[in-house]
């Protein structure tokens, strides 16, 4: 017989944290093994949430660190930033960890059976689909048809709760991932400046080597900085905000109270980007 193994890979964020409780709660006789790939790069909270979620698990989040950091795949790429059309990032820090930790058991026979936080108000969305016979996706979210509420409620009632960097940022992943929007980046300088500062350096070098990229499409970190600039951001972010909250209605037979005015609205900035990265 075969071999099988179960993997549930956590980013962060309250997709996949969101699953791996649902996981948890409705199929706890499935040897699930949790999995994090570990880009080096990420916001502090982040770590600070997969402790707390490992204490609802009851099981350590196994830490796939790639074998090179990204300063090492920033100078094989020519120092050239990864992008939305040159994701080498995702590539080189999330998948390649992760096939090289499945790698001998696929090629040996093992079944593997992947869950993925997909949800079923993603339509199209798709998971880390594999070319290997043997690895096969599930999206228990999706066929359960819990959406975007569905994930806040499964935290909640757990008591795992979210995220930190949620009060002010949208998504998990590195902390100079190429899918902030500016305000986000904005916000980064304000709570993490020196992760800020971290970013502002790869891409001046990046620049200086003939990089046709910058972090933020458009404009470098050092423009969007500009005390001027800044606010023009944040005016920008509020009114968008506003003819948001204006065209979306609130249902009023939610017993649940909103925590943020996104929330409340349905305003999901992290659709969208990398879900291997975001989810």
């Known amino acids: 017989m075969s071999r099988v193994r179960h993997i549930l890979g956590v980013s962060g964020g309250r997709d996949s944290a969101a699953l791996a409780v649902y996981m948890r709660q409705h199929q706890p006789e499935l040897p699930i093994e949790y999995f994090f790939t570990d880009t080096g790069k990420e916001l502090p909270e982040v770590y600070e949430f997969l402790d707390k979620l490992e204490g609802f698990l009851g099981k350590t989040i196994e830490r796939l660190n790639p074998d090179r950091d ?17 994701r080498w990032c995702t590539r080189q820090l999330k998948l390649r960890p992760l096939e090289h930790w499945l790698r001998g058991d696929l090629e040996s026979g093992t079944v593997v059976h992947s869950y993925v936080a997909i949800r079923s108000d993603e339509p199209s969305r798709e998971g880390y689909q594999s070319t290997h016979p043997n690895m096969k996706v599930h999206l228990p979210l999706r066929d359960a048809g819990i959406d975007r509420a ?20 949208s998504r998990s992943g590195c902390t100079f991932c190429f899918y902030q929007q500016k305000i986000e980046w904005v916000r980064l300088a304000e709570h993490h400046p020196e992760r800020f500062e971290e970013a502002v350096a790869y891409e001046k070098t990046a620049l200086n080597d003939g990089s046709p990229f910058t972090w933020t499409q458009g404009e470098s970190l050092t423009e969007l900085i500009n005390p001027k600039r800044v606010e023009q951001i944040k005016l920008d972010y509020e009114q968008r905000r506003e003819r948001l909250r204006r065209s979306r209605r609130i249902n009023p037979l939610s017993a649940r109270t909103p925590d943020s005015v996104d929330e409340a609205y349905g305003i999901d900035e992290a659709a969208g980007g990398c879900v291997i990265c975001h989810k």
């Open 70 to 86: 990204f300063d090492f795949w920033l100078s094989e790429y020519g120092n050239f930033l990864p992008s939305p059309r040159t």
């Open 150 to 169: 569905g994930v806040l409620e499964i935290l909640s009632q757990a008591e795992v709760g979210e995220p930190a960097y949620y009060s002010w940022r």
